[in-house]
């Protein structure tokens, strides 16, 4: 089977590059903060990431293929606007709750707002716990949610800045830690998210965070290669020598297979009953988390010793790797669904 974007998606796909290589992460220090951050987060706002899973604003059915596409562009350069968190993120969890003049601000850029995880980061916050406010950069707001009159709900809370700030493994975004009482100060927004829409959600963030992975993989894969076909040794470029080709060979079979899963997840988030739909995400989320640890240390060890120093771009890629394959799950997690879902479901085995 022949599985390709259409003509719109390479457009997308091309136009998210382009704007991924103007916004890069080139450097440990300094990483955009402040200002910066925010005008490259009006780049992304322009671009209309935050409309890209709502069919009233952008025009067009919800899809996850979009969403992945651009999501994996930006990525890959290390990108550290908040597009997971605040561009896709909140606003999938603005779009379940039906909250359309939230929405409107955030697709215009006048809102910011952070959704909250739990402090393991494996899910989102459960009710009157602390946890976690991902990809908080410059946002105002914490979404979270709630069990409100038998029902649930979407909390929209002042957030904090200051001293709350997490220390965190991934030095291209930014964690904050939120108290337990933040609710209090929370506001309902939005109708009741039932639980099919709910489980919908939750596929969403295991697959942007699959797409996120495969990003971080392509963006050392490149590098990799780029510094293969430049550095000598001896007179003759390492990239000729068998050894380093088949690393990059390896890690090449990995990335193209972390993609085929992310793009087969992305497309059954709406196309797929939920069944189906789960089994393709934590798929993806298991097969990009096992696949990034192996792309990266690959990439470490074809530029070696100078890649394990603070001021090289391959330790930051590493980190985020880590981050990543930590949040909503890492393999082992994911493996143990896998397998309940094709014990319990004979459809699914």
Known sequence: MDIALSNE??????TAARLAQSIAVTSPEPIPAGAALDAQWRHVVELGVPTLRSPELCGLD??????AVVIEQLARTLCAVPVVGQGILAAELL???GCVEELERLAKGGLRAAPVLGDTLIGFA????PGVAFDAAGATHALMVADVDGQRRLLCAPLGSGDDGATALDLTREFRNVAADLRNSATVTGKPIDDQRWQRVELLAITAVAADLVGVMQGALDDAVRYACERTQFSVKIGSFQAIQHLLADALVRVEGARSCLWHAAWAIDRLPFDEARLAAVAAKAYASAAGRDVVETSVQVFGGIAITWEHVSHLRLRRMLMDRRLFGDESVHYEAIAAMRLADRKLA
Do not use: F, I, N
């Open 9 to 14: 998606q390479q457009l997308l796909q091309d």
């Open 62 to 67: 919800a899809s996850g293929v979009e969403t």
């Open 95 to 97: 779009q379940a709750a």
């Open 126 to 129: 459960a009710p009157h716990q």
